[in-house]
């Protein structure tokens, strides 16, 4: 009797727990997404996982069988194969102690390859809030990372000839995500040209518009 109860209250805490609510978050190699992302952990707490981030640290694993392949891409300012980037989001999430379970996903997805895996390995797993889109010219971008660069990024694709690859890509594999989830009505668009403090108070209203 002791045990059924037990196995009644599991199922009944189990059908209550909320799935993951994730923001992704897009915008042109430094529209200020990582910078964002920082502020919305200070102020509310959420988690950010930036999916370049979690690939760069499977590059430096010396046992990972993908840092050849991950670091080629990221020099090249291509984008990884989704499995390997859905599985890292996937793990991080669910290693996440964060009691919040409210996730922004940086960086992600960036191309048709990434939604596909995105939506196949996590539909039912998570749901998606809203998509932060930091809009940016591609000046402002190209200068912001060569002088994060400069100041010493350590980040090997912070260098002109790649950064003219990651604009490319952006414009050609991302832009038509960003519009995909335009036509669901998820896109939240700032002016990343801004100051960061006035880029982050609309970041404040979005947030505060999808009852986060
Ligand atoms: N800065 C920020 N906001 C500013 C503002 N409003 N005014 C003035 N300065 C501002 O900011 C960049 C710099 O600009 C900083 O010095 C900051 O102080 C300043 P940051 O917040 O870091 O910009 P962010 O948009 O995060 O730029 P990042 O370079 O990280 O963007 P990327 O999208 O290029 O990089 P990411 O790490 O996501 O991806 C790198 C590579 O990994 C990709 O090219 C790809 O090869 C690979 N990748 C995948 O294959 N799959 C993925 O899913 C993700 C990545
Ligand atoms: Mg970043």
């Known amino acids: 009797m002791f045990k059924a109860c037990q196995i009644f209250v599991r199922s009944l805490t189990m059908s209550a727990a909320k799935i993951p609510e994730v923001v992704f978050v897009l915008g042109g190699p430094g529209a200020g997404k990582g910078t964002q992302c920082n502020n919305i952990v200070q102020k509310y707490g959420y988690v950010h996982l930036s999916a ?24 090249n300012g291509t984008i990884v194969p989704v499995e390997i980037t859905c599985s890292l989001l996937d793990r991080a999430m669910q290693n996440s102690k964060n009691p919040n379970k409210k996730f922004m996903i940086d960086g992600f997805p960036r191309n048709e390859d990434n939604l596909q895996g995105w939506t196949k390995a996590m539909t039912g797993k998570a749901e998606i809030k809203g998509v932060f889109f930091f809009d940016c010219s591609k000046e402002k971008c190209m200068e912001r990372c060569l002088n994060r660069g400069k100041k010493g990024s350590g980040r090997s694709d912070d260098n002109e000839d790649t950064l003219r690859k990651r604009l490319d890509n952006y414009v050609t594999d991302t832009v038509p995500i960003i519009e995909h989830y335009e036509n669901l009505g998820l896109v939240y668009k700032f002016n990343s040209m801004q100051s960061p403090k006035n880029v982050f108070l609309d970041v404040q209203e979005a947030i505060e518009k999808i009852g986060w």
Not at 52 to 73: A, V, W, Y
């Open 52 to 75: 370049g981030d979690l690939l760069r640290e499977e590059r430096t694993k010396p046992n990972s069988e993908f840092g050849e392949l991950i670091e080629n891409h990221i020099l």
